[in-house]
């Protein structure tokens, strides 16, 4: 990939829970990414110039409007002014594509793709290349969120699936609601039936999380198994 700054401006952004919302960049020009790779945005807050890595989260083919999916850190720096200002025709400068578990390094026919939190974003851009791939056996998505108004593009994934034998998708809670029928819990405990043999598995999301559940697979002791861990603090 071609690591090059670029300026963008913001022309959208969309609430998709309480605490997390879809930034939408119109770049200055195109950029040709891989599905997995991040950015790094440069963002001046009272005269300093912040800078934080996002994941994209939209589509690789499309190169000239990308998207970002943020959660907010209530005491963090840059995640607020998104809920404390309408940032729309905000004008921001970008380095990238960066990253190394980006799909090019995927190459088995066998994918399982694990989001937790807003680690859904990127995996949505993965998982609308992999949905695309001739070659693929079987495609699992499986999102681990704190409750159910916190499941992210819900409707997107469970679109994959339908009327396509070879997409599984399922969602995990670790709060539902009474009478609830999601699962409750975490992903890892909801994993025994997969069969991670020859597999390649992707992981997003808080890094503890993220390690938990790489750990719980590998007691499986699948053989040819390779994992992509892409953990946030
Ligand atoms: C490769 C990569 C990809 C990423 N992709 C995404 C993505 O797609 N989406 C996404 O939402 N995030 C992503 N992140 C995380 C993102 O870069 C930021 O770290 C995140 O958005 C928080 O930024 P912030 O400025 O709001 O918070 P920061 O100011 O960086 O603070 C982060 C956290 O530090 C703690 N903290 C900070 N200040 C205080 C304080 N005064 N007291 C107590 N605790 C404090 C809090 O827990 C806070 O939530 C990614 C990170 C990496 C490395």
Redesign the pocket.
Known sequence: MNIKKITGKINNVVDLSKTAKEISINLSEPIDFISGS?MNVFIDINGEK?R????I?SSSLENKNIT?????????????LFWKKDMIGEDIEMMGPL?LNTVDKMKQDKIYLFAFG??A??VKSIASYFFNQKNIKSLTILTGSKSEDEILYKDYFNSLSLGSGNVFVDHIVSRTREGSTIKKGYIQDYINEFDFNNSDVYVCGKEKACNDLVEKIKLMNPSDCNYFI?G??
């Open positions: 991040f912040v934080r890595a996002y994941s989260s970002f999916t943020i959660r907010l850190s209530p005491v963090g720096l840059l995640t607020p990253g807003v680690g974003g990127v892409e946030f603090h």
